[in-house]
């Protein structure tokens, strides 16, 4: 990609409606219009032109950004802090394992105290069912009064890094994954896509990222084949939502109970083992009590429960049905492979080997669609300071 | 503020003396004169005026600033983060559960090895009585020493984050909340600061806010009124310091035994709870030998203590007794509020809430008072330095 | 060190074949030729006079650099972080203990999706036998395959921050202090450096040093003498090895049985605990299949193993069987020190406190020469670069 070529893209950015973005956060991708989505996938892309044509996109002289990780994370980490640093900022990590957090402050008081400088605030919440999202509004409401109060020089832009409900950073990288692979965001029109349960030995896997799928990409048009054993559903709220996505899409959203009807004739397979819903509520409610026994026979019921599913495996057979016998497999990694991390698991060695490079290219977007989501919010003008980025033409390293 | 007005403070700092600032370290701020205290409120507010303006005070294009916290923090540890970060430097943390430090070596040799790129050194130490203000005198002395021996290439200036005997960074911070609410420093002579003990359901609080205070604001010629039990005194030296200093700024320092004789007429309320200075000599003794059950015993006896002055709680009634009942109501939070964070403590929820934004703006000048606290450390001439910050007039972002 | 002089050293840089430094890891110093090895040292005194003449060597505008530590650390830990911070990489730590790694991940995997915006990866991975090179270098074979594939936009340099067989930084900081010490490189031909064991009350320490140290001052044509008491060998590689060396180089390598007979006449000596490579080989196998009764037992044994030879101390009668009585006493730090650290140890505290100074000058060169070697395999040309830099003339801070 030449100088030429980003030109273009950021030419292409400027007809897109996307005031909205600006001084806002990142919480749910269908809170989003399609020029938004579509400017976060456009400015990704001309962030690793530049980076990659060695053009610094630093638009920060110094500035801080607060990542909150309630769950473990590597590659949301690691992405979270490639985009901030790509921009210029510098990231503090608010433990709330070794801070005052635990000792019964308030949200409010503490979005506010750590953010007297913080221009981005990034969170993982996604552990328990009705928790992440509502955390997140919080902090963000907090910020949003704060700033309004006179406390907060700045408003702090909000990024959802995964919550109960939403993955919008993984799903918009998917997305963007889809399209280059595709060939354009109008190629994906009609694509079928199966989003699938798996079978893995592993308990309580979010519901995030199969809700984020099918919220996202019926979005897109595409022909959603949402299938997974009986029990397995995630949040109503998000399948009836993909459903109406699709009277302004075109797309499709179907429902299967069985892997081999969905793979079926698919260009593309997601097969991925989450907790069924109701486990996950009822952990919720277990975890709040604190009740630990309880917490340990609701893991081992779903474990036994998962057990009886162990065909829902995405092996070569299951790869031969599909289009040409060549949909694109996709993971959001790590993913529990048969022979390799685990005894039986969400896929057959072979698929997953074969795959492997564009599994890896899928998630090389995860930091540029941040940083992406970043921009968007902190500049009113985001193609015109763009431009003079492209044109200042300060090296990233030399 | 305008560029104008930041033009006025920079000269007014000008007059003052302050050449011993100059690659000095911020321990207490009794060891500092009123000129030199003044120039740190005022660099403060110039560096804040700088950043709402969008001007990058950034004056280390590289440099390291090393943070060791022996206590948990949240607001400390991002106040420091964001001070540094303002000015260029980038934090490493010395996790001394993570270091060789656990393994026996000595001050001096670890203090060396962690500073040979080191601009600034933040350490917070509040937990045992004797040992924090000491532990930095070391670290202090050792780095000058291995600057004098030619093993450092810079002398790393030492602030302190808190220590035993002061919290610099926390009381300088609430002088400059009050010479902004009261229009300037001169306005703070002859008014009354109750700063006085209140109820806390939580043990082992340290004295080192309660101490700063006296020991800071009895120098701005304030009518410090200073309120606990019996029992519940603190250093007898800090005590004794608040006295003397009124000898020469002309203010009072009063001790009571209630918080109503504190509170009466008070302009400015700062009800905080802390544990008994013979109770925390106490605790530092049992933990040097590693006495658990002792601990514990000292713990369960000092809660019982406490519980015999859940009166001492910063009510409306007691607020209605101050000048006009309408004093400045202060705290360093977290607060202990009744009814909120716990069943009872050290303030009545209402009274929070009344002032929560005045706290949030006390608590917003850390930054900028660590932050001065470096600059003055680090340029001979900062009036100079930071009139070509503002003519430079490089862009914090966009 | 005035700017004439850094030019100098630029242009006796610029006459050394280094091409195969560009783009490639640091993993042992005999990977590298005694062109490459000058040029580390070269570059890192080139650094260092720079930062000392605050001129600001900074190559990255933006950058990450991934620091992996599976040993605690805070020497090299800092080290890594100032030389990083130095060049204008920002470290990104990966803790595996936070991390999925944990939980099966494998090392290609995590090795590219930590790599996206990656310029350097420092791994310390120095505990078990046969474990931590062969991770680096599947780390970095991960890694060179994800650029080829087109996953990665760079291939990030891998800087060896210790592991079982060598210590590289650490090495060669200490032969740098000896070049300076001894007034250039070609000076240490024929010095005789005493390698000797040295009894510890502590268990486990790793075998790279004295094996980095043989390694690597054999070739620089010295009189290494190793000295070690009967069964604590190191790996038989390594002394084959430092044989070898020595045709090529002209230097000496020679066992002994006795501290006496190694430190007679030593120019240097640098005495120094470790385990014996049966036990180290030993403790790997138990630590596979999780014994933890073997691994007490092991311990037990060894430590009752090492109490024969508590003779095994660097004092000052032995010292004074040094050359002329004066030979440079070297410790990678932190040392066991008698009566201070530890009942008996290493070093006698008399002799430790003569030689304290050296010995933190020694450490002082670590930063600088993990910043050469990043800055070698950065850069192509890196005698023009350095050029380039001395006459942009940036100050690092003011």
């Known amino acids: 990609m030449d100088r030429i070529g980003i030109q273009e893209k950021i030419r292409s950015l400027s007809t897109k409606k996307i005031q909205n973005m600006y001084l806002n956060d990142f919480l749910l991708t269908w809170d989003k219009t399609m020029d938004e989505l579509g400017a976060v996938f456009q400015v990704a ?17 110094t500035g801080l950004a607060v990542s909150i990780f309630r769950d473990n994370s590597t590659r949301t980490r690691f992405s979270f802090a490639s985009a901030c640093n790509l921009l210029g900022l510098t990231i503090q990590d608010l433990d709330e394992g070794k801070s005052q957090i635990a000792h019964g402050e308030t949200v ?57 409900i939403d993955h919008p950073t993984q799903t918009m990288s998917d997305a963007l994954h889809l399209i280059n692979h595709f060939g354009g965001i109008e190629n ?17 896997k979010p519901l995030s990222v199969p809700q984020g799928v099918i919220g996202l990409m019926t979005r897109l048009g595409m022909d959603v084949r949402f299938a997974y054993p009986e029990g397995y559903n995630v949040m109503s709220e998000v399948e009836n939502l993909a459903e109406r996505n699709c009277h302004q899409s075109g797309g499709c959203f179907t ?4 892997m081999e009807e969905a793979f079926k004739d698919a260009d593309i397979v997601y097969p991925k083992s989450w907790a069924p819903y109701h486990v996950m509520e009822e952990r919720t409610k277990l975890l709040k009590v604190q009740d630990h026994d309880g917490l340990k026979k609701l893991e081992k019921k779903c474990l036994e429960s998962n057990k009886k599913f162990k ?48 599994q890896y290219i899928q998630a090389s977007y995860k930091p540029y669609v941040i940083a992406a989501m970043i921009f968007l919010s902190k500049f009113n ?11 200042g033409n300060t090296s990233r390293w030399g």
Chains 1, 2, 3 share one sequence.
């Open 45 to 61: 892309e001309i962030l690793r032109d530049m980076r990659n044509n060695n053009i610094s996109p630093k638009v920060f002289d």
């Open 108 to 164: 409010r008081e503490t979005a506010n105290m750590i953010s007297f400088m913080a221009d981005v605030i990034g969170i993982r919440d996604d552990m328990y069912l009705g928790a992440g999202h509502t955390y997140m509004k919080e902090v963000s409401a907090s910020v949003y009064q704060g700033y309004l109060e006179g406390v907060l020089p700045q408003r702090p832009t909000l990024i959802n890094l995964q919550c109960d």
């Open 188 to 204: 994906l029109k009609g694509k079928k896509i199966a989003m699938t349960w798996a079978y893995s030995p592993s308990y309580g």
């Open 255 to 258: 429902k299967f109970n069985s």
């Open 311 to 358: 065909n829902w495996e995405c092996t070569e057979k299951l790869m031969a049905t599909t289009n040409n016998g060549e949909a694109l497999y996709m993971h959001c990694l790590p993913a529990d492979i048969t022979g390799v991390s685990c005894e039986q698991g969400e896929v057959a060695a072979s698929v997953f080997d074969r795959y492997r490079v564009p």
């Open 381 to 391: 003008q985001p193609a015109e300071r763009l431009m003079s980025i492209l044109e």
